[in-house]
């Protein structure tokens, strides 16, 4: 069907300008490279515009209900069917984990600190600077997480990777993330997240070089706007900043272009002789999409006490179980903290949930000498934790004559889950893995 297709093979989008992006969160949204390549009426017509072929991607079970049920149709120059068989990747990872058990993690109840992983000197792209840290339950019976890392140097050549396991949730630290999806491009910048639900292929350029971040992936549930109970209807992030990207695609031979599989948490390949990124138009609400966390309305304490975490929940992937997430995403962005006669940093806890925190920019509150960007810490079920004794003490020595006081130019996060986590060997054996000191009872 190719000889039908136009010369003018794509809308002149490059990754040197400003991109355009539908917005929005959860809607049906539409794109289309070139005029009228968007069937109309319906989903699979007999000849699609162009000569395209539809093929529909789902994110749910088809009969999953309406308000939650996912799915694209993607209007392609060639099916993604037509690739040789796949086989598994040589050299294998290594380091990626999508099952946890007593064979390949450990359980620990202790404090786990790690300092910024280094970035590596050797030519390295997302796929091998990408490494399991901790996570629980399984893809295969899809309910679990699994927490990742990053720290790459060089854009993916001729190859997109595509997770079949779960969604990816990314947060840049330190570096931007040029990404090509089969919807489109996303420029993603450190203090923006970007998502890439389970069976998108993508391809990821580093522009800045040496890049590092963090990655939670979900088995078995996709990222939704948290309900906001008595905040009222608007707060937290608003639906309308959450960027979809536009159409965009390449009809340039691809020989020998490989797709890097993640199914069960093993990398598989398969050569094929064109680009997945083929897709002419879309429709649909199953999209990758980013936030700039910047737009975040975060809410807290006006008067007394410490707001629970939860108050700025960004997205939330949950379980079946009302309340209860398979992770939440939270974030400690720049705020004002004014309550009065109060102890203002985080309280001393033991929760039962458990919590894999981050850090992209500035110094977190309750540790702002051993927890520095590019770092990351894991409190898990019932591990008892709180502010290093220095927070204490200064926070003591202001007593009640604290002023309200803006909290600026930081952006923490945490990974927040109903799961226990498996630590994995690597994560315990890194040289950035900090052991925690106990001093007083505080740290
Ligand atoms: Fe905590």
Redesign the pocket.
């Known amino acids: 069907m190719e000889e039908n297709f136009p010369c003018k093979i794509n809308n002149g989008c490059d990754f040197g300008v400003e991109l355009e992006y539908q917005s929005g969160f959860g809607n049906h949204f539409m794109s289309e490279a070139l005029p009228g390549a968007l069937p109309q009426g319906q989903n699979n017509p007999l000849k699609c515009p162009y000569g395209l072929y539809a093929e529909q991607i789902s994110g749910t079970s088809f009969t999953s209900p309406r308000k939650v049920n996912q799915r694209s149709w993607l209007y392609r120059i060639k099916p993604s069917v037509t690739h040789e068989p796949f086989k598994p990747r040589v050299p294998s990872h290594q380091k990626l984990v999508s099952e946890f058990n007593q064979t390949n993690s450990t359980a620990t109840p202790n404090q786990l600190r790690w300092r910024p992983v280094d970035i590596p000197d050797s030519p390295t792209d997302f796929i091998d600077g990408l490494f399991t840290m901790c996570g629980s339950g399984t893809s295969f019976l899809r309910h679990g997480f699994a927490i990742h890392m990053y720290t790459a140097n060089k854009s993916m050549q001729n190859c997109a990777f595509c997770n079949a396991d779960g969604d990816f949730l990314i947060v840049p630290q330190e570096g931007r993330l040029w990404i090509t999806t089969e919807c489109g491009k996303l420029q993603v910048s450190p203090g923006e997240i970007v998502v890439l639900p389970q069976g998108f292929r993508f391809t990821v350029d580093l522009p800045d070089g040496p890049s590092r971040g963090y990655v939670a992936e979900v088995f078995g549930a996709h990222f939704q706007l948290p309900d906001l109970g008595p905040i009222g209807a608007n707060g937290l992030a608003s639906p309308r900043d959450f960027l979809v990207p536009t159409a965009w695609f390449s009809k340039d031979p691809h020989p020998g272009y490989t797709i890097v599989q993640k199914f069960g948490g093993e990398l598989f390949t398969a050569r094929q002789n064109f680009s997945p990124f083929n897709v002419v138009s879309w429709h649909g609400n199953y999209v990758p999409y980013k936030y700039d966390l910047g737009k975040f309305s975060p809410y807290n304490t006006v008067l007394i006490d410490h707001a629970d975490?939860s108050i700025n929940t960004v997205l939330a992937a949950l379980t079946e179980k009302s309340g209860v997430p398979l992770l939440d995403f939270v974030i400690f962005p720049p705020r004002w903290l004014v309550a009065e006669h109060t102890f203002r940093p985080?309280y001393y806890?033991c929760?039962c949930m458990s919590?894999f925190?981050g850090l992209i920019y500035g110094k977190y509150e309750a540790k702002p000498d051993g927890f520095i960007p590019g770092g990351a810490s894991l409190?898990s079920c019932m591990t008892p934790?709180?502010p290093d004794t220095k927070t204490f003490e200064d926070t003591m020595v202001h007593g009640n004559e604290a002023r309200p006081f803006k909290l600026s130019g930081t952006m923490a996060f945490?990974f927040e889950s109903n799961l226990i986590p498996r630590v994995c060997p690597w994560a315990l054996e890194s040289p950035s893995w900090i052991t925690t000191t106990i001093s007083v009872g505080l740290d």
């Open positions: 975490p985080p806890h929760n919590e925190m409190h934790h709180g945490m």
